[in-house]
């Protein structure tokens, strides 16, 4: 079970650190979901320091399980925020929130199997 944390985690550190390079670097692709979604672009960099802080708590997590919990419980909160602001502005594109939201779960989940909530 171990094995699977630390697989699970690592591709969900993997996901959320591209994801927070893609909105910290100024790519485009954030700024056009902001826009879409209604939110000032200068939270693009704020939502990426988000996306950091949560990929560097995770990878802390697997020396100090409490920081994981926390960073998966933040990055749980950050997609489903991320989703309800799609859905709020009509978008049904939300299979990417989906896919980052059921990784941050499952490394929450199994760490708290793992390694309990401290």
């Not at 100024?26 to 996306?51: C, F, N, S």
């Not at 560097?56 to 926390?70: H, K, R, T």
């Not at 939300?94 to 909530?117: D, E, K, M, R, Y």
């Amino acid at each position: 079970m171990f094995t699977t944390y630390v697989t699970v985690t690592v591709i969900g550190a993997v996901f959320n650190g591209a994801a927070a390079v893609t909105y910290l670097i100024g790519h485009e692709y954030p700024k056009t979901q902001a826009d879409m979604k209604g939110i000032d672009r200068k939270w693009v960099p704020v939502l990426g320091m988000l996306l950091a802080a949560g990929t560097v708590g995770l990878l802390a997590g697997l020396a100090v399980p409490v920081l994981g919990n926390l960073a998966a419980t933040g990055l749980v909160l950050y997609f489903i925020g991320a989703i309800i602001a799609h859905l709020r502005v009509g978008s049904r594109n939300i299979v990417g929130g989906i896919v980052f939201l059921s990784t941050a779960a499952a490394i929450l989940v199994l760490g708290l199997v793992n390694n309990g909530p401290w």
